[in-house]
């Protein structure tokens, strides 16, 4: 079995239990000022594995088991098995630290703020698979074809925009722009190679 089935099944389980329990849930959310006062470290990852409702946990695990299949058997052949999946496993768990810690600075004095969601993660994988593949096509809203890359971009610049307030919709905005920069600069430190390939990708797709 699969890393990225594996988290994706323990992230079901662990939701799904959250959805019926909200003493397990509040226990296992992201909540700065909790962080803080109390020296709860481990919400920066329990967080991950916990969402607010069933639409919220079908698209981020949606999202990863797509693209994290793709990028687990590319690290798989790349580094080999044992690096491969320690690598794979690396980058999911240390985004979702990485997205939080913006959110906990920022936050961390707000009593009645918190936030969940594997988002942060998800968005690394996104853009980890950006690195592998930038010209990939996607179906944005499952409707409009796109490139990855271009898909990426504007990703980035609405995360970047939502998150200094210009949306009330209640998303941790701060989580996925870190987790995405995050999902990138992790693969690129994992081989130089890599990013040398992606230039070179990102080139040879280039119309002109």
């Known amino acids: 079995m699969s890393l990225t ?23 296992l959310k992201h909540w700065p000022f909790v ?6 470290y481990y919400r920066f990852l329990s967080s991950g594995f ?3 409702s069933w639409m919220h946990l079908i698209i981020n695990m949606f999202v990863l088991y ?12 790349y580094f080999g098995e044992l690096k ?9 768990l240390l985004a979702i630290v ?11 004095d707000t009593p009645y703020y918190s936030s969940i969601g594997a988002s942060g993660a998800v968005s690394a994988i996104l853009f980890a698979y950006i690195i592998l593949n930038p010209w990939g096509q996607i ?12 898909a990426g971009i504007l990703y980035l610049i609405y995360s970047s925009w939502a998150a200094r307030g210009n949306v009330a919709d209640n998303i941790n905005h701060d989580a996925h722009f ?7 600069l992790f693969t690129c430190a994992l081989s130089p190679k890599l990013f040398s390939n992606f230039i070179t990708l990102l080139k040879d797709g280039l119309p002109f």
Not at 139 to 150: C, E, Q
């Open 139 to 150: 179906l944005l809203y499952f409707i409009i074809p796109m490139p990855i890359i271009v």
């Open 84 to 92: 491969g999946r320690l690598f794979y496993l690396l980058l999911y």
């Open 178 to 184: 870190y987790g995405a920069v995050f999902g990138f």
């Open 5 to 27: 089935l594996i988290i994706v099944i323990m992230t079901c389980l662990i939701s799904y239990q959250c959805f019926e329990n909200q003493a397990m849930f509040n226990k």
């Open 35 to 40: 962080v803080r006062t109390e020296g709860q």
């Open 50 to 52: 916990v969402h607010g």
């Open 98 to 108: 990485a997205s939080d810690l913006p959110t906990y600075w920022k936050r961390k």
């Open 66 to 77: 797509e693209f994290g299949t793709a990028v687990e058997l590319y690290f798989l052949g």
